[in-house]
């Protein structure tokens, strides 16, 4: 059999945060952590069981208190942190809850935003954000701005941002947090759809319906993998 | 090309926000029109004293009583020399005048003295000044053309003979057009208008009034009207050859210390005139526009505040960017060419202002300001200088923020 190919591994990773002057709280209490090459996961737990901040830590967004990470067999914690932005924009592609859109750019400029970050040219990013809009069915609402899009409409502009750098893994954080029933199931089967096609995603979600809709569900409590 | 892209956000961004940008860029835009507006108001009155001052005459040497230091280093702190040299009038005597006409090179003198006294008619008092001097003056200095009548001649040196400019004749005699023949009052003697003056073409509108506020009189009469006194102010000096100024300068220097001390008088040539008015008014000007530009150092203020509030209402927007990939410095610079926009908008408002300024001030005064593309040139960099310098803190201040906590505000 195959060795299959690790997108993330996470070893005792722990984050503190500091309240105040003398209060710590310990976010996360030694996490291990693997995702497989076209894993389709979801991470549950109730409110402040560190799934964000598991998020946050693995999407390079914050550093870990102590522990290790690998993204794509590379340990982060390594490598200098000045190297994390360009890294998460060709690697990681985020997807908010609330969609996140920069209000002032139209759907197109939103999608070619991370390309550019990348190192993508003008016309490049511009190509390949028209090609993923028309995918998603956004041909006719590329130049709008996203006060002008319905939420599920924003949702897709948001994703389409996530694909345009081909990245290793989406990090999707209650991406139908914000959504009704309806576009909430119509988002999920996009990202399986993805899925399907070998994307690696890992989705935090409080959503029970859509967590089941996942390879694999992970659930966290107290800052532990239970 | 990201730079062209962040241009075209920052012009997004700021019309999306248009009054706030619109209050941010007027501190700038007063601060430009103000400093732009007197520089070029500064020029023009330069440029008009220039054209008054090589309208005089050809050739022309000054001499004047006090000591005028005009060497580039003492220039500025000197200029003027003890402003009392120049109205004592006691320093500079006839025999000066009749001793620098014998000099080698000059081809002509006349002493100009102030006459004490004023013009009267039928009780109107006219304002102009009554100056006493040689017929040669027409040969020194231009601007003595006659309209109606004659100018002075060697016949009229005890004679109680007045040639007048136009205010004279507008405040004694009204609309009169020709009033040669006609009797003034000067102090208690009666004068005879023999002469009319026409107003120069070659002196600038600035000044041009000089010529039509005065009235002349032989250098014998001003004397006996100043009791005896010559009271000359100053000497003018035409040189035959326009090649040789400068030792004509020095010749009169040398016959002028044989009858007085290094520093009771001065030789200045045109030039050293001219540089003398361009340096005071250039050292006006700046002081003007120095204090002008502190309502720059207003804008850029406003500017700065305007971007502190963008940064903060843009908080989840930077999270976002931060997560997608962009670099602290990237997102520094997104906000620094934000508020370089505003500056430089800003500025070029103020240069529409000050057009429309220098257009009013042209329609409405003798003055014509003159706007140079490197006044121009200067005020927008300055304006970009202004962006950059009160940019950087909101825009460093975006920069250090942490893309989680941004993230989870807005």
């Known amino acids: ?226 | 090309m990201i730079f062209i892209w962040l241009i075209k956000e920052a012009f997004v961004s700021l019309w999306r926000h248009k009054l706030r940008s619109f209050f941010a860029v007027v501190g700038v835009m007063v601060g430009i029109a103000a400093v732009i507006a007197l520089v070029s108001i500064g020029k023009g009155v330069e440029k008009d004293v220039k054209k008054t001052v090589e309208g005089v005459g050809t050739n022309l040497i000054v001499v004047l009583s006090g000591k005028i230091d005009t060497s580039q280093s003492n220039f500025n702190q000197s200029a003027m020399g003890n402003p009392a040299n120049f109205i004592s009038g006691d320093i500079l005597k006839r025999q000066d005048a009749d001793e620098i006409a014998k000099v080698e090179g000059v081809k002509a003198v006349a002493p100009i003295a102030l006459a004490s006294g004023s013009i009267r008619r039928d009780g109107q008092t006219s304002t102009s000044m009554i100056m006493g001097t040689y017929p040669q003056i027409k040969d020194v200095m231009t601007g003595f053309s006659i309209r109606y009548g004659r100018f002075l001649d060697d016949s009229d040196s005890n004679k109680q003979n007045i040639v007048v400019g136009d205010f004279v004749k507008e405040q004694l005699f009204g609309d009169k057009d020709n009033i040669v023949g006609e009797k003034v009052m000067v102090g208690k003697d009666e004068f005879e208008i023999i002469g009319q003056l026409e107003k120069p073409k070659d002196a600038g509108a600035l000044f041009s009034s000089d010529y039509e506020s005065i009235a002349i009189i032989s250098m014998g009469e001003a004397k006996r009207l100043n009791g005896g006194a010559d009271k000359i102010l100053r000497i003018a000096v035409s040189a035959k050859d326009s090649t040789d100024v400068s030792a004509t300068v020095e010749r009169i220097k040398q016959n002028m210390l044989l009858r007085h001390k290094d520093d009771e008088f001065s030789v200045l040539t045109q030039e050293d005139l001219l540089d003398m008015i361009s340096s005071i008014i250039s050292l006006l000007t700046t002081a003007v526009t120095a204090i002008a530009a502190i309502s720059l150092i207003v804008g850029g203020i406003g500017i700065s505040s305007v971007m502190f509030m963008s940064v903060a209402d843009r908080t989840r927007e930077i999270g976002i960017r931060k997560a997608l990939g962009a670099t602290s410095v990237l997102i520094m610079f997104q906000f620094l060419v934000e508020s370089v926009v505003l500056a430089v908008l800003g500025g070029a408002l103020g240069l529409v202002l000050a057009l429309a300024v220098n257009e009013v001030v042209d329609a409405k005064t003798v003055i014509e300001p003159s706007v140079t593309v490197s006044v121009v040139i200067l005020a927008l960099a300055f304006c970009m200088g202004v962006g950059v310098l009160f940019g950087l803190l909101p825009a460093a201040r975006a920069a250090m923020k942490d893309p989680v906590e941004a993230l989870r505000q807005g």
């Open chain 1, 1 to 226: 059999m195959a060795k299959k190919e690790i997108v993330i591994k996470a070893k005792d990773l722990q984050k503190t945060y500091r309240l105040g002057r003398r209060n710590y709280v310990n976010a996360l209490n030694g996490v291990d952590f693997e995702l497989e090459k076209s894993d389709f996961v979801a991470l549950v737990g109730p409110s402040g069981s560190g799934k964000s901040t598991f998020m946050h830590l693995v999407g390079l967004l914050q550093a870990p208190s102590a522990g290790k990470i690998w993204i794509k067999g590379e340990e982060m914690t390594k490598v200098s942190k000045r190297s994390y932005p360009r890294f998460r924009a060709e690697h990681i592609g985020f997807v908010f809850q609330g969609f996140n859109l920069i209000p002032t750019l139209t759907a197109k400029e939103n999608v070619m935003l991370s390309g550019r970050y990348a190192g993508m040219s003008h016309r490049l990013a511009r190509d390949h954000a028209e090609e993923l809009l028309a995918k998603f069915g956004l041909q006719d609402r590329m130049n709008h701005k996203p006060d002008e899009l319905s939420g599920g409409q924003q949702q897709r502009v948001a994703i389409a941002r996530a694909l345009i750098n081909s990245p290793a893994i989406i990090l999707a954080d209650e991406p139908t947090g914000e959504l009704d029933s309806k576009t909430s199931r119509e988002v999920v089967e996009m990202l399986k759809e993805l899925n399907s096609s070998g994307q690696t995603i890992l989705i935090v979600t409080h959503n029970t319906e859509v967590a089941k809709m996942a390879k694999k569900i992970v659930e966290m409590k107290d800052g532990r993998i239970v």
